[in-house]
């Protein structure tokens, strides 16, 4: 069973507010990455990370941004949340392999 | 860039066998694979094929590649209510990236 963890799994917060969603995993995998999933279930990849001080943007476009000081630690950050960054955030971890293991994700509501 | 397209809804019986499909583009992509998604869930890997084959089976689940027509599609036998969920397919990017390009998702309604 994969070990990846996003805190908190549901957020309601308001306009203009900063929020930083938790992702950690311990598995001791090199590569995590940030996914947007919209209501029409689609996921889009925002950020993802090679290793400890590596991140890069993903193939959509985000006012998000990722930090990667720790292998187990991916935090995902929004400096001023707006009704558009309303959507569910998934985050997954892999090693040199190719599975991809997903937390629970982050279900995000800015009013 | 790449795109992968499916059929967003699916309803069968219970019983009944579940093909969904999937189509994409990239064709240096090695790996291909289903992920199931449960309501409130992240997404749990299903199963996955290699470039190189044109068919796996685990348990109730087949999946079929053809590669020339860039189709790839999972057949789940004997459907139960509990496979109700959202599949996606993903092809893998080439590279070290290991970077996944996701389909629009398939919902699966199993009726019982």
């Known amino acids: 069973e994969a070990d990846i963890y996003q805190t908190p799994r549901y957020l309601v917060i308001g306009t203009g507010k900063k929020i930083t969603l938790e992702c950690s995993q311990t598995m001791g995998h090199d590569k995590m990455y940030w996914y947007q999933q919209d209501p029409g279930m689609e996921l889009h990849l ?66 | 860039g790449e795109d992968v397209e499916q059929s967003l809804f699916l309803s069968v019986r219970e019983g009944d066998s579940s093909v969904i499909n999937c189509t994409y583009t990239d064709s240096s992509s090695t790996y291909l694979y289903w992920y199931k998604q449960e309501p ?56 070290a990236t290991n970077k996944l390009i996701f389909g629009t998702g398939t919902l699966l309604a199993v009726q019982p």
Do not use: W
Request: charged share 20%; aromatic share 10%.
């Open chain 1, 46 to 111: 925002i950020h993802y990370s090679y290793g400890v001080n590596s991140t890069e943007k993903g193939d959509l476009s985000s006012e998000s941004t990722v930090s990667r000081i720790r292998t187990e630690h991916f935090p995902l950050t929004l400096e001023s949340a707006r009704p558009s960054h309303t959507s569910q955030y998934l985050c997954a971890s892999s090693d040199q392999g190719f599975e991809q293991y997903f937390g629970p994700g982050t279900r995000l509501t800015v009013t």
């Open chain 2, 40 to 95: 409130g869930a992240g997404l749990q890997l299903l199963t996955y094929i290699f470039s190189n084959m044109d068919m796996k089976q685990d348990q109730r689940l087949t999946v079929l590649l053809n590669k020339k027509d860039k189709h790839l599609s999972l057949r789940i036998a004997d459907t139960q209510t509990g496979d109700s969920a959202i599949y996606f397919c993903a092809e893998q990017e080439g590279g």
